[in-house]
């Protein structure tokens, strides 16, 4: 089958993110099951415009927000590749699909950007996100068929777009348990953050933590535009010698970070699911997050780490999990067993079930996914 993909950042992207984890995941298995692969995504510094390598093709167009009018125009003039069934990815713009595209389609939500685009550009992102994401679901899309990250994803897309449940899959993305394993600790309790940095990331609550934890270090790694903010906030809190922001890193670098670490911590306001978090999970690193979006499923409280519903639960749960090594330890053993449950080949096979379903026009059976939990009679352990 060939599989047509169109996003605004591919796995190269500096700031691909959860996206680009989760499109390589995908990809790499469909490719070695013999599936071809075309690519469209926004370009950026030093990309090819166009690679080749077997059955996978990436066309790189324009820039991240760009590559979207260039795609519709080129989809208009018959300028875009056939395949058997398209992958759209919707983050927050969407690609007008219905009007242009020729062909069976599936869309690709990986988390509701409403909130986002407020958080981000405050009463002008009110009016983006709703002519560049809310309306064109509500109207264009009606008849779409969509794959979701979560169950949180998929009501939130069902409240806010009005889209039907029944036109919703759920398939959680995976994690390669085999390159992310746990290693040796820091000898000092650290805490890990990974991810863009983003104004609704909200990685200024994580330096209000460690102020209020003795002892405590914090590892930021990623880039993004809110970066310079955040080393003037750490520096204004006088905590030049408690956070270390580490930028893009390698995999390898990235992997020795995340199972070094104590906790990986996040306190984002909203998550399709988080990579990062099931990432640490394989190192045998728990995580704290709000129970906000996929979270509340990516990290299972009381087993693969904690949920905390404000600062001082927040502040309870890294105390908890610095302090008791017994807890640690277990959480950190529970989060490694889910994570292998949790691979790539499994969400790579449901994923491609979806879009042949598609291709074939036939119904997809409605996939939903497991609770996956890891010890089910332990729902819910207090941080105190």
């Not at 009110?126 to 679901?137: K, N, S």
């Not at 879009?355 to 207090?382: C, F, H, N, Q, W």
Request: charged share 25%; glycine share 10%; net charge negative.
């Amino acid at each position: 089958m060939h599989v047509l993909i169109l996003t605004d950042r591919d796995w190269g992207h500096p700031e691909a993110g959860g996206t680009g984890v989760h499109l390589t995941g995908q990809v790499d298995h469909w490719l070695e099951w013999g599936h071809s692969v075309t690519v469209i995504a926004g370009g950026y510094d030093g990309a090819s415009s166009r690679e080749r390598q077997g059955n996978l093709t990436v066309y790189r167009v324009g820039s991240r927000v760009s590559v979207f009018p260039a795609t519709v125009i080129r989809g208009i003039v018959n300028r875009i590749p056939t395949a058997d069934v398209t992958l759209e990815i919707i983050n927050g713009i969407c690609w007008m699909t219905p009007v242009w595209l020729k062909g069976p389609r599936v869309s690709l939500i990986h988390h509701v950007h409403k909130s986002m685009y407020v958080d981000e550009m405050g009463t002008k992102g009110r009016i983006a996100g709703f002519a560049l994401e809310t309306l064109p679901l509500r109207t264009l899309y009606r008849r779409s068929r969509f794959l979701v990250v979560s169950e949180a994803t998929k009501a939130e897309v069902e409240r806010t777009h009005a889209i039907p449940g029944s036109a919703i899959d759920v398939v959680y993305p995976g994690v390669d348990s085999e390159f992310f394993k746990p290693s040796v600790k820091s000898e000092t309790p650290t805490i890990v953050f990974l991810g863009r940095l983003k104004a609704y990331k909200r990685i200024e609550r994580l330096f209000d933590v460690i102020a209020a934890v003795d002892d405590v270090t914090l590892d930021i790694v990623g880039d993004g535009d809110h970066g310079d903010e955040l080393r003037a906030f750490a520096r204004g809190r006088g905590l030049d010698d408690r956070v270390r922001f580490h930028g893009h890193v390698t995999d390898e670098r990235k992997r020795a970070l995340l199972s070094r670490s104590w906790i990986a911590a996040t306190a984002s306001a909203a998550e399709g699911w988080s990579s990062a978090t099931l990432e640490a999970a394989a190192c045998g690193t728990p995580s704290v997050a709000h129970p906000v979006g996929g979270l509340k499923e990516s990290i299972v409280h009381g087993q693969t780490g904690l949920h905390a519903d404000d600062h001082d639960s927040f502040v309870d749960a890294v105390r908890r999990l610095t302090s008791d090594d017994e807890f640690r330890t277990r959480l950190s053993v529970q989060a490694r067993a889910r994570a292998e449950v949790l691979g790539w080949d499994r969400s790579a096979r449901g994923t491609l079930e979806v879009l042949k379903a598609a291709a074939e026009g036939r119904p997809s059976g409605g996939m939903s996914e497991p609770g996956y939990a890891v010890t089910p009679e332990v729902d819910s352990i207090s941080a105190q």
